[in-house]
C-alpha cells in the first residue's frame, strides 16, 4: 500500500516537477511519474514520458515557462489530486514572444508519484489570433 501524502505535499512535489520540466532537466522530471502515467495535452494526445512531451514541445516553442497563479490539492479514493492555473510565457519557434497564455493543469498522484497529468491551455486561440493577425484584448 502506498503512503498517504499531504496536500502541500503533493502540491510541492507538482511544482517541482513543473520546474524541472521548465529547466528541461527531464531525467529528475521523469523521476516524479509513477510507472505508466498518463500525459494528456490539448487535442487528446497522450503521452508517455517527459521526453516525448519536450520533443514536442520543441516544435512550437523555443522556450516555454509558466507563471503559477494557484496550486490546490485534494484528497482522492485513489491519492491526491492537484490543480495548478496559470500563464505560460516564453517564445514561440520562429522567436516571437508571447505571454498570458492561460492554463490548468490536473494531476493525480498516488502516494509521493504523479500517475496523470491532464493538461488545458489556450495555445490553439492564441496561435489562430497571432495567424490572423488579431492580437486583441479578446474581449
Known sequence: MLTP???ETACRTVLDYLRAMEARDLDAAQGFLAAGAVLVFPGGR???????VAAGSARRYRHVAKTIDRCEAWPTADGVSVLVTGTLY???ADGEAFDGIRFMD???LAGDRITGQYVLNETAEFAIKRNSGDLGSGS
Open 5 to 7: 501524502v499531504s496536500n
Open 90 to 92: 516564453g517564445e514561440w
Open 106 to 108: 490536473l494531476f493525480d
Open 46 to 52: 497522450c503521452l508517455a514520458s517527459v521526453h516525448e
